[in-house]
């Protein structure tokens, strides 16, 4: 077992910072509670006791924490109150990540992130704060790599060529124009303003409030364009910062992705973690060909999204989709070419789910609200489009000991998955289904502790037979 060592001292700043976070809720509260006189200064004052008193306990933190790396395992001493000791063996390590923010890089430092296969929501472990070389270092014991001496420092990257793809700033630029981050961050200012209202004062805000209704009617269409394409242009910023410099590069028996110019993350997918290759079509990328290629992964989260996906790729025209999983992911380059469609006849259920909440709409805006009568017609046109979206978008396809799933939730998602990965297929009907031969059938795959569920609803009960039959043939 080789020494003891301890982490960066800018570990202290990152331990206050997690402090702060995780106190925000009841922070705020109290701040919201305590407007009144002298609210400034008492804020102030209280803030910079917290910090004081953070600061003590991160160092404290920094300080009981404690890690050591061997040829076999690594091994976590931490704990203020109650020490806990924690052996990682080699063996069960999935996955060590990377991470440098723009406060680890100025300091040649890095975050290392190791998942196991079992792990779930949190990595395993975290050193939030070690010199770039040791992180490497640890990386390479790990993973068993030729040289394990402290000084040796080797790179991810193999002297070999490998099969790898990059993203160009032109990809980049559309990947932000289409990513619909627009829509996300009105609803974000939306959700701070209602929180922040009270925080206004009258005056300003009743003046606010004055001076904008009085324009004309040009003007406040000018400002909200304005106020677009500033979030527009914002949402292009944000998919710059997250992905600028993207690469993927294939090993033998993993994928390694590289992205970020202000945090610069490097991860790691084994390929035996992957259960199954998604093609998602967004609302604004379906018109103009574009895809986004995502993975799901078994167990931990390595890099995933709000839905639970690992992104590998973010745009991609969809006519390329193919030569991509040549290049980098052969193994899931099995799409069937023919699709197998719901039958026509389960229309009427798709239909009358999109319309459920319209109708609720309209119910309340009829009783409450009834010069809003209007609107209910442009929710409902949007609905029944929705509806015949679904309707279209929902088909199954085989392809040898491959299964294909299409569905769309708002985004159109094509996903494939091997034999071997499904946990199991599951058929359900009601009365109406038994009736006209139809069917729900939910795919389940290894994910998360909970799962992950490919469904397809109202699909003919045959062509459920035959997915039943492919599963327990193979």
Same mark, same amino acid.
């Given at each position: 077992?080789?020494?003891?060592?301890r982490l960066?001292?800018?570990?202290?700043l990152?331990?206050v910072?997690?402090?702060?976070?995780?106190?925000?809720?009841?922070l705020f509260?109290?701040?919201?509670?305590?407007?009144?006189?002298?609210?400034i200064?008492?804020?102030?004052l %209280?803030?910079?006791?917290?910090?004081?008193? =953070?600061?003590?306990?991160?160092?404290l933190?920094w300080?009981r924490f404690e890690y050591?790396?061997?040829?076999?395992?690594?091994?976590i001493k !931490?704990?203020l109150?109650?020490?806990?000791d924690?052996y990682?063996s080699?063996?069960?390590i999935?996955?060590i990540?990377?991470?440098q923010s723009i406060?680890?890089?100025p300091?040649?430092?890095t975050?290392?992130d190791?998942?196991?296969?079992? @792990?779930?929501k949190?990595v395993?472990?975290?050193?939030?704060?070690?010199?770039?070389?040791?992180g490497k270092?640890i !990386?390479?014991v790990?993973k068993?790599r030729?040289?394990?001496?402290?000084?040796?420092?080797?790179?991810?990257?193999?002297s070999?060529q490998?099969?790898?793809? #990059?993203?160009?700033?032109?990809e980049?630029?559309?990947a932000g124009s289409?990513s619909g981050?627009?829509g996300v961050?009105?609803?974000l200012? /939306?959700?701070l303003?209602?929180?922040?209202e009270n925080i206004?004062p009258?005056k300003?805000?009743s003046?606010?409030?004055?001076w904008?209704?009085? !324009?004309?009617?040009e003007?406040?269409i000018l400002?909200?364009?304005v106020i677009?394409?500033?979030l527009?242009?914002?949402?292009?910023?944000?998919?710059?910062i997250?992905y600028?410099q993207?690469q993927?590069?294939?090993?033998?028996?993993?994928?390694?992705?590289?992205r /970020?110019?202000?945090e610069?993350k490097q991860?790691t997918?084994?390929?035996?973690r992957?259960?199954?290759?998604g093609i998602?079509? /967004?609302l604004?990328?379906?018109p103009?060909g574009l895809?986004?290629?995502y993975?799901?992964i078994?167990?931990?989260?390595?890099?995933?999204t709000a839905d639970?996906?690992t &992104?590998?790729?973010?745009?991609?025209?969809?006519?390329k989709?193919?030569?991509?999983l040549?290049?980098?992911l052969?193994?899931?380059n099995?799409?069937?070419s023919d699709m197998?469609?719901?039958?026509k006849?389960?229309i009427p259920?798709y239909m009358v789910r999109v319309s *459920?909440?319209?109708?609720?709409?309209?119910v309340?805006?009829?009783i409450?609200?009834?010069?809003?009568l209007?609107? =209910?017609?442009?929710?409902f @046109?949007?609905a029944?489009?929705?509806?015949i979206a679904?309707?279209? #978008?929902?088909?199954y396809g085989i392809? /040898?000991?491959y299964?294909?799933i !299409?569905?769309?939730r708002?985004?159109k998602?094509?996903?494939?998955?091997?034999?071997?990965r499904?946990? @199991? *297929?599951?058929?359900?009907?009601?009365v109406l289904h038994r009736k006209?031969?139809?069917?729900?059938?939910?795919?389940?795959?290894l994910s998360k502790?909970? %799962?992950?569920?490919?469904?397809?609803?109202?699909?003919e009960?045959?062509?459920?037979?035959k997915?039943l039959d492919? &599963?327990?043939?193979?």
């Amino acid at each position: 077992m080789s020494d003891y060592k301890r982490l960066h001292p800018l570990a202290i700043l990152f331990n206050v910072f997690n402090l702060f976070k995780s106190s925000f809720y009841f922070l705020f509260t109290i701040i919201v509670l305590s407007i009144g006189d002298g609210f400034i200064l008492y804020t102030l004052l %209280g803030l910079s006791v917290l910090t004081i008193v =953070f600061a003590v306990i991160g160092f404290l933190i920094w300080r009981r924490f404690e890690y050591s790396v061997s040829s076999d395992q690594i091994h976590i001493k !931490q704990g203020l109150l109650i020490r806990k000791d924690r052996y990682i063996s080699k063996h069960r390590i999935q996955s060590i990540d990377l991470t440098q923010s723009i406060f680890h890089r100025p300091l040649g430092l890095t975050r290392v992130d190791v998942e196991t296969a079992g @792990s779930d929501k949190k990595v395993d472990a975290a050193l939030s704060a070690v010199q770039l070389s040791e992180g490497k270092w640890i !990386q390479n014991v790990m993973k068993s790599r030729a040289n394990v001496g402290q000084d040796a420092s080797i790179d991810h990257h193999e002297s070999v060529q490998r099969p790898n793809r #990059n993203i160009t700033n032109k990809e980049l630029f559309i990947a932000g124009s289409t990513s619909g981050s627009v829509g996300v961050i009105l609803g974000l200012i /939306g959700l701070l303003f209602s929180q922040i209202e009270n925080i206004i004062p009258e005056k300003f805000y009743s003046m606010t409030t004055t001076w904008f209704l009085s !324009q004309a009617i040009e003007t406040i269409i000018l400002i909200a364009l304005v106020i677009v394409v500033l979030l527009w242009l914002l949402g292009i910023l944000g998919t710059f910062i997250k992905y600028g410099q993207f690469q993927i590069t294939r090993y033998d028996n993993e994928l390694f992705i590289t992205r /970020g110019l202000l945090e610069k993350k490097q991860m790691t997918i084994p390929l035996k973690r992957i259960q199954a290759v998604g093609i998602e079509e /967004g609302l604004t990328r379906q018109p103009f060909g574009l895809a986004t290629i995502y993975v799901v992964i078994a167990g931990g989260e390595i890099g995933q999204t709000a839905d639970a996906h690992t &992104l590998l790729f973010p745009i991609i025209r969809k006519s390329k989709v193919q030569n991509f999983l040549n290049e980098i992911l052969l193994e899931y380059n099995h799409f069937p070419s023919d699709m197998v469609n719901v039958p026509k006849r389960s229309i009427p259920y798709y239909m009358v789910r999109v319309s *459920i909440l319209p109708v609720i709409l309209f119910v309340v805006s009829y009783i409450f609200y009834p010069q809003l009568l209007w609107m =209910f017609f442009i929710i409902f @046109s949007i609905a029944w489009l929705l509806g015949i979206a679904n309707y279209r #978008n929902s088909s199954y396809g085989i392809n /040898g000991r491959y299964l294909a799933i !299409q569905l769309r939730r708002l985004s159109k998602e094509t996903v494939l998955v091997p034999r071997r990965r499904v946990q @199991s *297929i599951e058929n359900k009907q009601h009365v109406l289904h038994r009736k006209q031969a139809l069917g729900q059938v939910i795919v389940s795959l290894l994910s998360k502790q909970s %799962g992950s569920h490919l469904t397809v609803k109202e699909l003919e009960q045959d062509d459920i037979n035959k997915m039943l039959d492919w &599963l327990s043939k193979y």
